[in-house]
């Protein structure tokens, strides 16, 4: 990713959940950046057959990414519209030496965080990383905060 943030600006580094829970969620980000790892592409592939709403939300998410498609998805990002920051495609990167101590698998929500440290790393003036993962639970409106490695986790 190779974007210029403003120092108030945010990247967001989004989970698969968050897509499956709201394929237009791309544009309630206001003036912020997104990321979406390519193993969330991966992943939503597995949810697009199914009669479920979350298979509907799969199937509209990547009708959307058709739509908004192109090579500057993984080079330069593309605009998502005036008032709207840039969406990015961001391959995979190996694990870093510390969470291979951490996590003993490699599993997706590992290879997802492995790509939200790389991309703080590549931009340090960026002010804030926030990596979005979404969780069903009884209290809907429940948001938890953690920090892993300096990034901000949310889960909402």
């Known amino acids: 990713m190779t974007a210029k943030k403003k120092k108030s600006g945010k990247i967001f580094v989004l989970d698969t959940n968050v897509l ?4 237009k969620c791309l544009y309630n980000f206001q003036e912020n950046d997104i990321i979406i790892p390519i193993v969330v592409l991966e992943e939503l592939d597995k949810f697009k057959k199914g009669n479920d709403q979350i298979n509907f939300q799969a199937r509209e998410f990547v009708r ?11 080079a330069d ?12 495609i961001e391959t995979g990167k ?12 490699n ?3 590992h290879r997802i965080l492995a790509i939200t440290l790389h991309v703080k790393e590549k931009n340090p003036e960026t002010a804030d990383y926030s990596y979005h993962q979404r969780h069903q639970s009884e209290d809907e409106g429940q948001i ?13």
């Open 20 to 23: 499956l829970h709201d394929h």
């Open 64 to 74: 959307e990414m058709d739509r908004l498609s192109g090579e500057q998805l993984f």
């Open 94 to 105: 190996p694990l870093p030496t510390e969470m291979q101590e951490s996590f003993s698998e």
């Open 77 to 88: 990002g593309i605009s998502l519209g005036k008032d709207h920051g840039r969406l990015f």
């Open 107 to 109: 599993t997706p929500d």
């Open 144 to 156: 938890a905060w953690t920090e892993v490695g300096g990034l901000r986790i949310g889960q909402s």
